[in-house]
C-alpha cells in the first residue's frame, strides 16, 4: 500500500458527459501529479501540483482541468467526454522539496479506470 | 526533450532464468532513473532507483547500474520466480522539468513455472 488514494476505482460513463475523480495523497506529501494510461499513448503526464498551485502541465486536454484544495487532496476533471478518453489514470504523491533538498520518488495510487461508451 | 526506450515485450522465461530489460534514456540535464512495476490490475510500484552516474539501485533481488556513458538503466535480476510476472516500466526525471516521471512502453515479463 503506497498510501496514495484514489477514488472511484472504476467508472463508466457515456460520451459528452463530465467526470470527477479524486486522490488523496501520501500523508505529508506536497505534490501530486496526475498520469493517464492507454493503450496507445503509454503512461502520460497530464498535470502536476503542489501545495496548491500548479506547477507544470505535460499532455493534458483543454477540456481537462485539476485541481489542489487545501487538505492536498487533488482532483481532476474530465469534461466532454470521448471514447478515446477511456484510459486508467492515476494519481502519484512525492514530498515535493525540503529546504535544499529534492525528493523525486514519486507514489501510486492504485489509478481510476475509466471507461467511455 | 526527454525520452525513454526499453525493449518491448513480452518476454516469456522459465522460473530461475536470468532476466534483463533493457533501458536507455535521452535527458536535458542530470536525471534520476526509476524502474516501477505495474502486478495484473494494480498501479506502479517504484521497484529501485539511481540519482548519479554509477549509482546501483536494488530491491527484491532486482539490479540495475546508472550508466552515464551508454546512457542506459538495464534492469537484472539472477533468478526470476512466477510471482516476478509483470510489467515493468523504465522511467526517468529531472529538476528542471519538474521531476515529472517521463516513461518508457513498458515490458511485459511472464514467468513460467
Known amino acids: 500500500d503506497s498510501g496514495v488514494t484514489q477514488t472511484p476505482k472504476h467508472l463508466i460513463t457515456a460520451t459528452g458527459q463530465r467526470v470527477t475523480l479524486r486522490c488523496s495523497p501520501r500523508?505529508?506529501?506536497?505534490?501530486v501529479y496526475w498520469y493517464q494510461q492507454s493503450l496507445d499513448q503509454g503512461l502520460q503526464f497530464l498535470i502536476q501540483?503542489?501545495?496548491?498551485?500548479?506547477?507544470a502541465k505535460g499532455n493534458i486536454l483543454e477540456r481537462f482541468s485539476a485541481q489542489q484544495f487545501p487538505d492536498l487532496h487533488s482532483e481532476l476533471n474530465l469534461s466532454s467526454l470521448e471514447l478515446g478518453d477511456s484510459a486508467l489514470y492515476f494519481c502519484?504523491?512525492?514530498?515535493?522539496?525540503?529546504?535544499?533538498?529534492?525528493?523525486?520518488?514519486?507514489?501510486f495510487g492504485p489509478g481510476t479506470r475509466l471507461t467511455v461508451l | 526533450g526527454n525520452s525513454v526506450t526499453q525493449m518491448e515485450g513480452p518476454v516469456t522465461l522459465s522460473e530461475e532464468a536470468f532476466l534483463t530489460i533493457n533501458c536507455t534514456y535521452t535527458?536535458?540535464?542530470?536525471?534520476?532513473l526509476f524502474w516501477y512495476v505495474q502486478y495484473p490490475g494494480e498501479g506502479l510500484q517504484l521497484l529501485l532507483k539511481?540519482?548519479?552516474?554509477?549509482d546501483k539501485g536494488s530491491n527484491k533481488g532486482f539490479e540495475a547500474t546508472y550508466r552515464k556513458e551508454t546512457t542506459s538503466f538495464h534492469l537484472e535480476k539472477g533468478s526470476v520466480q512466477v510471482s516476478d510476472s509483470a510489467v515493468y516500466f523504465c522511467?526517468?526525471?529531472?529538476?528542471?522539468?519538474?521531476?515529472?516521471?517521463?516513461f518508457g512502453g513498458g515490458t511485459r515479463v511472464l514467468v513460467k513455472p
Open positions: 502519484a504523491s512525492s514530498p515535493g522539496t525540503s529546504g535544499y533538498i529534492s525528493y523525486n520518488e514519486q507514489f
Open positions: 500523508s505529508g506529501d506536497l505534490s
Open positions: 501540483y503542489y501545495n496548491g498551485e500548479e506547477r
Open positions: 535527458a536535458t540535464g542530470y536525471p534520476s
Open positions: 539511481a540519482t548519479k552516474a554509477d
Open positions: 522511467a526517468l526525471s529531472t529538476k528542471a522539468a519538474g521531476n515529472k516521471l517521463t
